[in-house]
């Protein structure tokens, strides 16, 4: 159980194109999903933190406007990054957490993306 | 300020040889400490949760501990299969979660 799922695994586009990362819980609902970034060697750097049907909190530093998130239902959240730069390449891995009882983050596989 | 540490950055073992990570930890209102493994180009894979001081689990051969101030994940007799990065990540007061570095475990034949 605790499946999360990310669409697509890998994206190449050219500069100034948009992107869309979809998150899926598979087999329980998420009322509450992340978005990390992840560099090189480094540890996960959570971007933003939404719940079903509001609007996402960022982090500090991230940009709202560039970095789109969408929660509109308990299995589905969309990150997009707007008018990509190569500076936006990066590894971007969601997770999903459900209501009540455990609070553990269940990732999905992540989605590489490469901006040329 | 809240933080975590993991323990260390790096660690070669060779198959058969026992050991642990350690991951310790400041927070506020600790309302959860979790491990995870993460495999080169791939996303965590959850392992444990813990809640409480004394709380020990278990699977296969690896057993996560918590005290007040960190956490151990004990390896007994790896195998080079559980070759990851290992990931400790604390829940602590508002719904705030915040991770460790990692180790980074290679575990040689």
């Known amino acids: 159980g605790a499946v999360v799922s990310q669409h697509p695994s890998r994206v190449i586009c050219k500069s100034g194109t948009s992107v869309k990362i979809e998150c899926r819980s598979l087999d329980f609902q998420a009322t509450t999903m992340f978005w990390y970034r992840q560099f090189p060697k480094k540890s996960l750097m959570l971007m933003a933190t939404?719940?079903?049907?509001?609007?996402?909190?960022?982090e500090q530093g991230v940009e709202k406007d560039k970095f789109l998130i969408n929660h509109a239902s308990l299995t589905l959240s969309t990150l997009t990054v707007t008018s990509a730069h190569p500076e936006d390449s990066s590894f971007y891995i969601c997770s999903g957490k459900g209501a009540g009882g455990t609070d553990t983050q269940y990732f999905g596989p992540g989605t590489r993306l490469t901006v040329l | 300020e809240d933080q975590v540490t993991q323990s260390p950055e790096a660690l070669r073992l060779q198959e058969g040889e026992s050991s642990s990570l350690n991951c310790s930890y400041t927070v506020s209102g600790l309302r959860g400490l979790f491990w995870y493994r993460q495999d080169p180009g791939k996303g965590p894979e959850f392992l444990f949760t813990l809640y409480s001081a004394g709380e020990e689990k278990e699977k296969e051969r690896l057993k996560a501990t918590l005290t007040k101030k960190e956490s151990f994940l004990h390896i007994t007799a790896p195998k080079p299969e559980d070759s990851a990065t290992y990931l400790c990540?604390?829940?602590?007061?508002?719904?705030?979660?915040?991770f460790g570095s990692g180790t980074k475990l290679n575990v040689k034949p």
């Open positions: 990540a604390v829940q602590a007061s508002f719904n705030k979660f915040y």
């Open positions: 939404s719940n079903e049907g509001s609007k996402a909190t960022y």
